[in-house]
């Protein structure tokens, strides 16, 4: 295989990051690879063509991707983009897999080796290339920003001479990577924080950074947590004692987090109209699950709506509203997981299907879709 990476400009809605950084650029070149850019690719993420130039790249239009041996882009790319890749490019993104299954089989038709970034093992060895954490850790930030911005109050107490200033109350409903970073960023701007979770290692690090535990703690919440560190869905039983309960916690709340979503299912309903016309008007809302058909009834993605005197926010992306930070993650993450795939005897990309980054991410190889949860089938050896 030769040594050219590509990364295209993106073309998704709302997607203003991109694939690479100029310390990226810098690492690739010292692996042996060129790397062709396209021209403005990193404009959204305040990465200039000069930046990329200065680094060792090549700016290039939409046409050097038909040569490029390896693409890295931050969305899959659509049909009309990798129709021009040649056959045998290894392809390297955030593939949205889950109900995508005509847009896999036709990468995999195309020829392309196609890894999904998002299908990253939570293992030790690759928390570096962890997209997942390193995006939602952006976006749980940048929630807590964005219901600041809405919230015509102020966040801290304030003690003045004409009076006192309340806290506001913000409550996180989700407490992983995402939620864990609106928790802190909220009592950072002096909220007072509370979160839920179903999941009861959650408790302990909701505690750790100052906010209040609200959940119902019986037996199967006990239980509710998978080998990966996902949350497991909850049975309906315990839905409607958690929803009780939060529903008359939410009535007292201010600004409202959701950050709930289980990867390949619709994100689960936690707040009805009924809760929001419970909170006090001017009240605000994030829902950080919106893209996966929203945690909030009523929240529209791509816009702030009011619902019952409540301001639902449903941007879509967060990391890329702060493109700048959550490129340079992105690509480091990236870097990270590649290096693993170059051997380092040759300097040559080998696809090791036995290696469990490469088996947990490889979707499509040698015309095939390959992966065992999209109907391919498990194999073995290298390519």
Do not use: C, W
């Not at 690719?41 to 090549?58: K, M, T, Y």
């Not at 390297?92 to 005509?102: G, H, R």
């Not at 930030?141 to 200033?165: K, S």
Request: charged letters at 20%.
């Amino acid at each position: 295989m030769g040594k050219t990476i590509y990364v295209p400009k993106e073309t998704a809605f709302a997607e203003s990051r991109v694939a690479a950084s100029p310390d990226t650029v810098k690492k690739l070149k010292a692996l042996g690879f060129d790397i062709v850019i396209e021209a403005g690719a990193g404009l959204a993420s305040r990465i200039d063509d000069d930046a990329f130039r200065a680094a060792g790249a090549e700016i290039a239009g939409v046409e050097a991707a038909s040569s490029a041996d390896i693409i890295f882009a931050v969305r899959r790319p659509e049909e009309d983009s990798f129709a021009a890749y040649k056959s045998g490019a290894v392809v390297v993104a955030l593939m949205d897999p889950y109900d995508n299954e005509a847009a896999l089989a036709a990468m995999g038709e195309k020829g392309l080796s196609a890894f999904a970034m998002e299908l990253m093992p939570r293992i030790t060895r690759a928390q570096s290339m962890d997209v997942l954490s390193s995006q939602a850790n952006l976006a749980g930030y940048q929630a807590v920003i964005e219901a600041a911005a809405v919230f015509d109050r102020a966040m801290p107490m304030m003690m003045t001479a004409a009076g006192t200033v309340p806290a506001a109350r913000v409550f996180v409903m989700g407490a992983g990577v995402a939620g864990l970073q609106a928790i802190a960023t909220a009592r950072r701007l002096g909220a007072a924080v509370s979160a839920t979770d179903v999941r009861p290692a959650a408790k302990e690090q909701v505690a750790s950074l100052g906010a209040k535990f609200i959940a119902v703690e019986d037996d199967e919440f006990k239980a509710a947590e998978t080998a990966g560190g996902y949350a497991k869905e909850m049975s309906a039983e315990y839905q409607a004692k958690q929803a009780e309960l939060i529903a008359s916690h939410i009535a007292k709340q201010d600004i409202v987090i959701t950050t709930a979503l289980i990867p390949g299912r619709p994100a689960p309903r936690l707040v009805t109209r009924d809760m929001l016309a419970s909170m006090k008007l001017g009240s605000v809302v994030v829902d950080l699950a919106v893209e996966r058909g929203g945690n909030v009834e009523g929240a529209e993605p791509g816009s702030v709506v009011t619902v019952a005197g409540v301001s639902v926010i449903g941007y879509q992306n967060l990391p890329g509203r702060i493109a700048a930070s959550a490129s340079l993650l992105y690509a480091k993450n990236l870097l990270t997981f590649f290096e693993t795939l170059v051997d380092k005897e040759t300097g040559e990309l080998k696809i090791n299907r036995d290696d469990e980054l490469v088996a947990a991410t490889l979707l499509t190889h040698d015309g095939a879709v390959v992966h065992p949860k999209f109907g391919g089938e498990t194999a073995e050896g290298e390519a």
